[in-house]
């Protein structure tokens, strides 16, 4: 398939950004990631048996993002994130976000309120 030049420099532009993509995507799906629950406010990530750890390495990994949701969800956090995290280049994906079932940080915020009729 042949790409029209592009219309800024008269070169194929267009098709290398296009290959790059392509080429980016195929590794990023062959690579090992987890899913983790990060706490927005300490940002720490939730490790087994409800403790919390600073690695990403050492968290707790779920299955799928709904999982790590309703978890979150019980926990005794105020607003937390479900994030993928790829241990091989320690880069972090931001897939979700909520609050939990408790903490100080649980409190309605200025920016979450409801205006009054």
């Known amino acids: 398939m042949h790409l029209n030049p ?10 290398n950004i296009l290959r790059f993509i392509v080429a980016t995507r195929g590794s ?9 629950v990060e706490n927005n406010d ?9 403790r919390w750890t600073k690695n990403p390495r050492d968290g707790k990994c779920f ?5 790590a949701f309703m978890a979150a969800k019980q926990e005794a956090i105020g607003k937390f ?6 241990p091989a280049t320690g880069q972090f994906i931001n ?11 649980a409190a309605i915020s200025p920016g979450d309120a409801v205006p009054a009729r």
């Open 42 to 50: 300490t940002l720490e990530y939730l490790a087994s048996a409800g």
């Open 95 to 105: 897939l979700d976000h909520g609050r939990g079932a408790g903490g100080p940080a």
């Open 63 to 67: 299955p799928a993002t709904r999982t």
């Open 81 to 86: 994130n479900i994030v993928r995290h790829f």
């Open 6 to 15: 592009s219309p800024w420099t008269g070169s194929g532009v267009v098709e």
């Open 28 to 36: 990023v799906l062959r690579c090992p990631m987890n899913i983790l």
